[in-house]
């Protein structure tokens, strides 16, 4: 399928407050490729019993209106646009992508208990994808943050897509890739086994001896580019969204493997669990 050059957005009514629409209109301007706004009617709401579909309808229709005015209003004269869609949300939404750059959607929920319930819409859009999908927090301001972009990697040879999105990221913002990779020894070993045999250390150095060497490899590709590498030993998940606070980043990216369904609706552990505590932008890139 030919990749059109179109960056896709999920928007609901509080398209002002999520930040997913402002993040999305500086990708479209660092990449000079226009939006396509996307506002999803379910069609099961729209005959929920006291609920009056002309109603709905026509509020859609004024979100859609007040949405097209806004991008208007946007700088540069990209010919961006916003159009309304009935159906099941996050299917509908991924349909709409399919051919396009990527998918934004926001995510509602900062606090420790919202964060458990983020929008059910932005887990399944991630269950379903098929192009990057990014997820931008409530209230996310580019402007506000000045750390690198941030890619997540695990030790398998499978992230060339990952690392290629964070580094067309870093490159469009000029500022530098970090890895981060997050190890920990299997349950089999306890801590004093562990350490009084060297193990730890062992794992420690050979994670720091292989990522060196996958940055070195990115480095030749990239001469122009910083890549610094940050390895920690500890909970994948926890880590991660760690790494991400402490250095205030402003992309986070990680992969995902759709090879099964079962793999599609949990999305993989790892990317689940940073998607529903990672407080900054979350790029999800199919692998």
């Known amino acids: 399928m ?14 002002r407050d999520t930040g997913a629409l402002e993040w999305a209109l500086q990708e479209s301007l660092l990449r000079q490729e226009p939006l396509q706004v996307v506002h999803v009617i379910d069609d099961k709401v729209r005959y929920v019993p006291g609920w009056e579909p002309d109603l709905i309808d026509d509020a859609a229709m004024e979100l859609v209106n007040e949405v ?28 709409a992508a399919a051919d396009g750059r990527m998918l934004v959607v926001g995510r509602r929920g900062m606090g420790t208990f919202r964060r458990m319930l983020i929008g059910s819409t932005s887990e399944a859009v991630v269950a379903h994808l098929t192009v990057p999908v990014v997820i931008v927090p409530e209230y996310w301001k580019p402007a506000d943050h000045s750390g690198p972009v941030l890619v997540a990697l695990d030790d398998s040879d499978s992230n060339a897509a990952v690392m290629e999105f964070a580094i067309a990221a870093a490159v469009e913002r000029r ?8 190890w920990d020894l299997p349950a ?27 940055a070195a490899e990115w480095r030749q590709k990239y001469p122009d580019m910083t890549i610094q590498i940050d390895i920690r030993r500890g909970h994948a998940v926890d880590g991660i969204v760690t790494t991400a606070e402490q250095s205030d980043a402003q992309l986070l990216v ?10 599609a609706l949990l999305a993989g552990s790892v990317t689940r669990g940073v998607l529903h505590h990672a407080v900054c932008p979350l790029a999800v890139v199919p692998m």
């Not at 030919?2 to 398209?15: A, E, L, N, R, Y």
């Not at 089999?188 to 996958?214: C, K, L, T």
């Open 188 to 214: 089999v070993y306890s801590w004093d086994a562990m350490n009084s045999a060297g193990i730890s250390a062992e794992w420690a150095e050979n994670a720091q001896r292989h990522f060196e060497n996958v």
């Open 254 to 263: 990680v992969g995902t493997h759709h090879h099964t369904r079962l793999a």
């Open 68 to 95: 097209q005015k806004h991008l208007d209003e946007s700088p540069g004269d990209l010919d961006h646009g916003a159009e309304l869609i009935v159906g099941p949300p996050a299917r509908t939404l991924t349909e």
């Open 2 to 15: 030919t990749t059109k050059p179109v960056i896709h957005v999920g928007v609901d009514g509080s398209w």
């Open 175 to 182: 500022l530098p890739v970090r890895i981060v990779h997050v």
